[in-house]
């Protein structure tokens, strides 16, 4: 189950990039061959490379590949280290939950707020933060619980 949704987060934000880049060459060559921009072009890949980034994040939870300060791993023997690393992803397993359950607060309170230029409902955009820390955090719970040996 949990490589599938890797594999869901990873499709989806590699989708959001390419999309992205599909979105920003029609808009350089419509700008410069044509003289028109649709109004929704910046704001659409403003909103794509905010999402490819969140499901990023998750992504880079899942595989550990987060940023992590290593100063004290050089000096910590092979047994308090395992305690270190699960130390820190339960303190990021925590701040993936505040942040999503802030995000969901933020997430209802912009329902009533429209987008400059496509007057679309701030709350979908928005809907990503905590959508993407709860897979994060989802991720984090994962990385905690011992695995198996395949020796």
Request: include cysteine; glycine fraction near 6%; charge should be positive.
């Amino acid at each position: 189950m949990i490589r599938w949704l890797e594999r869901a987060v990873d499709w989806f934000g590699t989708a959001c990039l390419g999309m992205l880049f599909a979105l920003m060459v029609a808009q350089v060559v419509m700008r410069y061959i044509f003289g028109y921009t649709p109004f929704f072009t910046e704001e659409i890949g403003r909103y794509l490379l905010v999402w490819s980034a969140l499901a990023g994040t998750a992504l880079a939870v899942r595989q550990r590949a987060h940023i992590r300060i290593e100063l004290l791993v050089a000096f910590l023997p092979d047994r308090q280290l395992r305690w270190w690393y699960a130390l820190l992803d339960l303190w990021c397993l925590v701040l993936f939950l505040v942040i999503a359950v802030t995000g969901v607060e933020m997430t209802v309170f912009a329902r009533n707020q429209t987008s400059q230029g496509m007057q679309i409902p701030l709350s979908w955009p928005y809907a990503g933060i905590p959508i993407f820390f709860l897979l994060a955090a989802a991720f984090a719970l994962v990385n905690l619980l011992p695995r198996p040996n395949r020796e």
